[in-house]
């Protein structure tokens, strides 16, 4: 069965500290592996998608399929990067099964 | 351009009364969904509908129903609410080419069954 896995309920750092929210994955297939955030009062959007190998607002995302990881990393963190993160696997025609959702909370 | 537009976005019910959320996008796109976020637990999905015409279970349909009602608007239906069904429910619409991931989400509605 699918399943995405994030450790962390809630991460706090201060402003300037590396950031790494986890995530893992299971599937049998080949994993196509997204992170979504919520800012406070906003809507849950697309912050960045493996295939892109993108860097967003300073996030990077790597895929290991060794690991099964798909962990995001900021190397200096930002207050305005406080959210809510939700690490997504995509099984086919855009289900996304998303993970528990990990707190990031940057203190000044 | 509003997007993805959800009504009501607060809604009070007692055990076995009945509503439907509504939901409308207005990007064209062909594939809409309906998830719940619980505390906990993350979004997960209840129904969902690859195009006009058709829909389909996800992973929490049980006492549910769903209508896509033409390519806007796919509304979500509780035909006897139970306290189990308090969450937080979100649509989404999303073009449907393969592996593009991005959901566009609406603001939400805050259902509490009492």
């Known amino acids: 069965a699918q399943r995405v896995t994030q450790p962390e309920k809630l991460l706090s750092v201060f402003k300037g500290a590396p950031v790494e929210l986890k995530c893992n994955y299971s599937?049998?297939?080949?994993?196509?592996l997204f992170w979504y955030v919520q800012y406070s009062r906003q809507r849950l959007q697309l912050l960045l998608r493996?295939?892109s190998r993108e860097s967003i607002k300073g996030f990077t995302a790597d895929l290991n399929k060794g690991e099964t990881s798909f962990h995001l990393k900021k190397p200096f963190a930002q207050e305005e990067d406080s959210a809510m993160y939700y690490c997504?696997?995509?099984?086919?025609?855009?289900?996304?099964?998303f993970g528990t959702g990990t707190r990031l909370l940057v203190s000044p | 351009n509003a997007g993805v537009t959800q009504t009501p976005k607060f809604q009070v019910l007692k055990t076995g009364q009945s509503m439907t959320l509504q939901c409308a996008q207005d990007m064209n796109h062909n594939s809409m969904y309906w998830y719940r976020q619980d505390p906990g637990m993350g979004l997960r999905l209840i129904y969902y509908s690859a195009s006009e015409g058709t829909t389909d279970k996800g992973e929490v349909p049980n006492g549910y129903n769903v209508s896509r009602l033409n390519k806007r608007e796919f509304s979500l239906r509780l035909e006897s609410a139970a306290p189990s069904q308090t969450s937080v429910y979100f649509c989404?619409?999303?073009?449907?080419?393969?592996?593009?991931?991005?959901?566009?989400f609406g603001e939400g509605s805050r259902l509490t069954v009492l």
């Open positions: 599937y049998s297939g080949s994993p196509e």
């Open positions: 997504a696997l995509s099984t086919g025609f855009q289900k996304l099964v």
């Open positions: 989404a619409s999303s073009v449907e080419v393969a592996g593009n991931g991005e959901l566009f």
């Open positions: 493996h295939i």
